[in-house]
């Protein structure tokens, strides 16, 4: 088998701790070559780890980008919305990219994207690593195979995790869409990738309510200061208190803003960084719990829910179609045959690769699609991607105009007119 090479743009978590252990587990099939990350301990870290050397780590995208091609594949995990520009450049230089989720906060960016993939003969995967999962795989063996018959309506729950909404969507990276993207793409794109998926069929319409019902300075307690650590009075009533959560049972998630997961460090940066704010002092606007209500062509339905307020984090599905239903969840999926009134059980193992094994599957994936190369697109190809993007496009356009129904061609002939342009680079 030989071994492929890749470079690394952003070696923040999901880069380096989700795809980018693929090389260490297999090194006979992947090796990084060179790494791009502004945060210098971040970089040396990786670096070491991959046995990178220093003339091949670079402070930002744009300065490996001006070297010649390297390898055969780049990785792309910037910040959402850094993603355009290094992708339209990679696959100029004629690189395979694997790009994390979610493509581009801009549609038209997305469109692109996707044409200059076709435009440069690559592979342009994105990674909704659901549907690489044994889990989801599995549902999606079941309807083909017709066990359900004709699916009616399909019922997503994504339950974020209280503490997780907090972490992620107040405080975190991904807390304000100016900086990042709405709460329905950068968390929920997934969702809307994988019921267009399960599907199988063209989504016509898109409706969806939610807002930031919480976490806002209107609930703030009287007296807190901006960081939970400078003496909160609310310390004991609280139950998105800081420090009990990363010097407790969170204290794995303190990697985010700390390299060394000593008390000292985590106490500095809980004083330092938006992770200790008080959530209802932060500059966050995404919301903290949405609803979309899709329409199908075959008049079939699908309603997803997130909300921020649950304990667990996890996703439950309910199918329902004319001869049978199906429900998944935590690693568990049943359905039932309605005329033998049979009932099948199906328990996933647990996976040791993050999203459920979809992180690794991804990668292994991606490998064998480069290999064999022919110019067809993979699972999960821009192609693909643009069109469950353009669903969570529609439905931040529905909740911003009170839940108005947004019919899906029209919003992508919309798009599509301002996305053609032209594509930057040439072959």
Same mark, same amino acid.
């Given at each position: 088998?030989?071994?492929?090479?890749?470079?690394?743009?952003?070696?923040?978590?999901?880069?380096?701790?989700?795809?980018?252990?693929?090389?260490?587990?297999?090194?006979?099939?992947?090796?990084?070559?060179?790494?791009?990350?502004?945060?210098?301990?971040?970089?040396?870290?990786?670096?070491?780890?991959?046995?990178?050397?220093?003339?091949?780590?670079?402070?930002?995208?744009?300065?490996? @980008?001006?070297?010649?091609? @390297?390898?055969?594949?780049?990785?792309?995990?910037?910040?959402?919305?850094?993603?355009?520009?290094?992708?339209? *450049?990679?696959?100029? =230089?004629?690189?395979?990219?694997?790009?994390? =989720?979610?493509?581009?906060?801009?549609?038209?960016?997305?469109?692109?994207?996707?044409?200059?993939?076709?435009?440069?003969?690559?592979?342009?995967?994105?990674?909704?690593?659901?549907?690489?999962?044994?889990?989801?795989?599995?549902?999606?063996?079941?309807?083909?195979?017709?066990?359900?018959?004709?699916?009616?309506?399909?019922?997503?729950?994504?339950?974020?995790?209280?503490?997780?909404?907090?972490?992620?969507?107040?405080?975190?990276?991904?807390?304000?869409?100016?900086?990042?993207?709405? @709460?329905?793409?950068?968390?929920?794109?997934?969702?809307?990738?994988?019921?267009?998926?399960?599907?199988?069929?063209?989504?016509?319409?898109?409706?969806?309510?939610?807002?930031?019902?919480?976490?806002?300075?209107?609930?703030?307690?009287?007296?807190?200061?901006?960081?939970?650590?400078?003496?909160?009075?609310?310390?004991?009533?609280?139950?998105?208190?800081?420090?009990?959560?990363?010097?407790?049972?969170?204290?794995?998630?303190?990697?985010?803003?700390?390299?060394?997961?000593?008390?000292?460090?985590?106490?500095?940066?809980?004083?330092?960084?938006?992770?200790?704010?008080?959530?209802?002092?932060?500059?966050?606007?995404?919301?903290?719990?949405?609803?979309?209500?899709?329409?199908?062509?075959?008049?079939?339905?699908?309603?997803?829910? @997130?909300?921020?307020?649950?304990?667990?984090? *996890?996703?439950?599905?309910?199918?329902?179609?004319?001869?049978?239903?199906?429900?998944?969840?935590?690693?568990?999926?049943?359905?039932?045959?309605?005329?033998?009134?049979?009932?099948?059980?199906?328990?996933?193992?647990?996976?040791?690769?993050?999203?459920?094994?979809?992180?690794?599957?991804?990668?292994?994936?991606?490998?064998?699609?480069?290999?064999?190369?022919?110019?067809?697109?993979?699972?999960?190809?821009?192609?693909?991607?643009?069109?469950?993007?353009?669903?969570?496009?529609?439905?931040?356009?529905?909740?911003?105009?009170?839940?108005?129904?947004?019919?899906?061609? *029209?919003?992508?002939?919309?798009?599509?007119?301002?996305?053609?342009?032209?594509?930057?680079?040439?072959?």
């Amino acid at each position: 088998m030989k071994q492929l090479t890749a470079i690394l743009l952003g070696a923040g978590a999901r880069g380096a701790r989700s795809y980018a252990p693929y090389a260490l587990d297999y090194p006979h099939e992947l090796k990084f070559v060179a790494v791009a990350e502004k945060d210098p301990a971040r970089r040396q870290e990786f670096a070491q780890a991959h046995g990178i050397p220093a003339e091949q780590c670079y402070d930002s995208w744009t300065q490996l @980008m001006e070297q010649p091609r @390297m390898a055969d594949i780049a990785v792309i995990c910037t910040q959402d919305r850094m993603h355009f520009e290094p992708t339209m *450049e990679a696959l100029a =230089k004629q690189y395979h990219v694997l790009l994390e =989720k979610p493509m581009s906060p801009d549609p038209t960016e997305c469109v692109l994207m996707e044409q200059a993939a076709k435009k440069h003969d690559r592979l342009l995967t994105i990674c909704h690593v659901l549907r690489y999962t044994p889990f989801w795989t599995a549902i999606k063996r079941v309807i083909k195979e017709g066990r359900l018959g004709q699916i009616a309506s399909i019922q997503l729950n994504e339950n974020v995790g209280y503490w997780h909404m907090a972490h992620s969507f107040v405080r975190g990276n991904w807390r304000n869409s100016d900086t990042s993207s709405p @709460m329905i793409l950068a968390k929920s794109c997934h969702d809307m990738d994988v019921l267009s998926w399960l599907m199988d069929e063209r989504c016509t319409r898109v409706s969806s309510y939610g807002s930031l019902m919480h976490f806002h300075s209107g609930n703030a307690p009287e007296g807190a200061p901006s960081h939970c650590i400078d003496g909160c009075p609310a310390e004991s009533d609280c139950p998105y208190y800081a420090p009990r959560f990363y010097l407790g049972e969170g204290k794995s998630w303190a990697k985010h803003f700390t390299q060394e997961l000593t008390r000292e460090s985590i106490v500095q940066g809980l004083k330092e960084t938006d992770y200790g704010r008080c959530v209802y002092q932060s500059d966050n606007n995404v919301v903290d719990h949405q609803v979309v209500n899709l329409e199908f062509a075959s008049g079939a339905t699908a309603m997803f829910s @997130m909300c921020g307020f649950t304990r667990h984090q *996890e996703r439950r599905i309910q199918i329902m179609g004319t001869r049978g239903e199906l429900r998944g969840e935590e690693g568990r999926i049943v359905w039932m045959d309605f005329l033998t009134h049979e009932e099948h059980t199906i328990d996933i193992p647990k996976q040791t690769s993050g999203h459920g094994g979809g992180d690794s599957g991804i990668v292994k994936s991606f490998l064998r699609e480069v290999r064999e190369y022919n110019g067809e697109e993979s699972l999960t190809s821009a192609s693909a991607s643009v069109r469950s993007h353009l669903l969570a496009f529609a439905a931040e356009e529905s909740r911003m105009s009170n839940g108005q129904s947004i019919d899906i061609d *029209e919003y992508y002939q919309k798009v599509l007119a301002s996305g053609t342009s032209g594509v930057s680079g040439t072959k």
